[in-house]
């Protein structure tokens, strides 16, 4: 058992001091790093609960509920950030990158924690896997809503078809990977091979850092 509270508040203080000595697109990237790290702490809480409450096991609850949770906990920021402060295009993305970035990087050490990081090799997999698998997920997310924004139908079914199609990313590759076998490289692989394709698509966007 680990207090991932106590982890959060280590990791975070330091960071959060930092803020005082920063400005500008650097001082938001780690304000949105920690925002990220706190998701992940409030979606294990109500993965847990969910999981508590409906009697699924870990296997069933990775991939039918924290997807959802944890997708959902990811956008809300994105959708805060554009509906109040109706922020850059780019500004939007790096808050995305950010964010996701935060929420693995402390999924990442509570689970170092609990599992021990004996197998390097297992842990530089993790970390190009599911790492990076929160943040494709998140970042596409939020050039779907730049995309509805630009062709003008940024609405509640706009959002919530690209929220579905992160989920669907999410517990496809929970489900991949559940499984030892071919099913768990294609599901290592998925993470790398769509941000190879995101960063691709990103360069081919000039007009995608001036809006």
Same mark, same amino acid.
């Given at each position: 058992?680990?207090?991932?509270?106590?982890?959060?508040?280590?990791? *975070?203080?330091?960071?959060?001091?930092?803020?005082?000595?920063?400005?500008?697109?650097?001082?938001?990237?780690? %304000?949105?790093?920690?925002?990220?790290?706190?998701?992940?702490?409030?979606? *294990?809480?109500?993965?847990?609960?969910?999981?508590? *409450?409906?009697?699924?096991?870990?296997?069933?609850?990775?991939?039918?509920?924290?997807?959802?949770?944890?997708?959902?906990?990811?956008?809300?920021?994105?959708?805060?950030?554009?509906?109040?402060?109706?922020?850059?295009?780019?500004?939007?993305?790096?808050?995305?990158?950010?964010? &996701?970035?935060?929420?693995?990087?402390?999924?990442?050490?509570?689970?170092?924690?609990?599992? &021990? %990081?004996?197998?390097?090799?297992?842990?530089?997999?993790?970390?190009?896997?599911? &790492?990076?698998?929160?943040?494709?997920?998140?970042? %596409?997310?939020?050039?779907?809503?730049?995309?509805?924004?630009?062709?003008?139908?940024?609405?509640?079914?706009?959002?919530?078809? &690209?929220?579905?199609?992160?989920?669907?990313?999410? %517990?496809?590759?929970?489900?991949?990977?559940?499984?030892?076998?071919?099913?768990?490289?294609?599901?290592?692989?998925?993470?790398?091979?769509?941000?190879?394709?995101?960063?691709?698509?990103?360069?081919?966007?000039?007009?995608?850092?001036?809006?």
């Amino acid at each position: 058992m680990i207090y991932a509270e106590n982890i959060l508040l280590c990791i *975070a203080i330091p960071l959060a001091v930092s803020l005082l000595f920063i400005r500008g697109e650097v001082r938001r990237y780690l %304000a949105a790093f920690l925002l990220g790290m706190g998701v992940c702490l409030i979606s *294990a809480y109500i993965s847990g609960f969910l999981n508590l *409450a409906t009697g699924m096991g870990d296997n069933d609850t990775s991939v039918f509920l924290s997807p959802v949770v944890e997708e959902l906990m990811k956008l809300l920021p994105l959708l805060f950030f554009l509906f109040l402060f109706s922020p850059k295009e780019r500004t939007l993305t790096t808050l995305a990158v950010a964010v &996701g970035a935060g929420f693995a990087t402390f999924e990442n050490c509570c689970y170092i924690l609990t599992q &021990g %990081a004996e197998s390097l090799p297992y842990i530089l997999i993790r970390g190009m896997a599911v &790492g990076v698998m929160h943040i494709v997920s998140v970042l %596409a997310l939020s050039i779907w809503l730049i995309a509805a924004k630009r062709l003008r139908v940024l609405s509640f079914p706009a959002v919530v078809s &690209g929220l579905s199609l992160a989920m669907i990313f999410h %517990a496809l590759y929970n489900l991949l990977v559940s499984e030892s076998g071919v099913s768990t490289v294609i599901g290592y692989l998925m993470p790398l091979l769509t941000a190879l394709a995101l960063y691709l698509l990103y360069r081919r966007l000039p007009r995608f850092d001036e809006a």
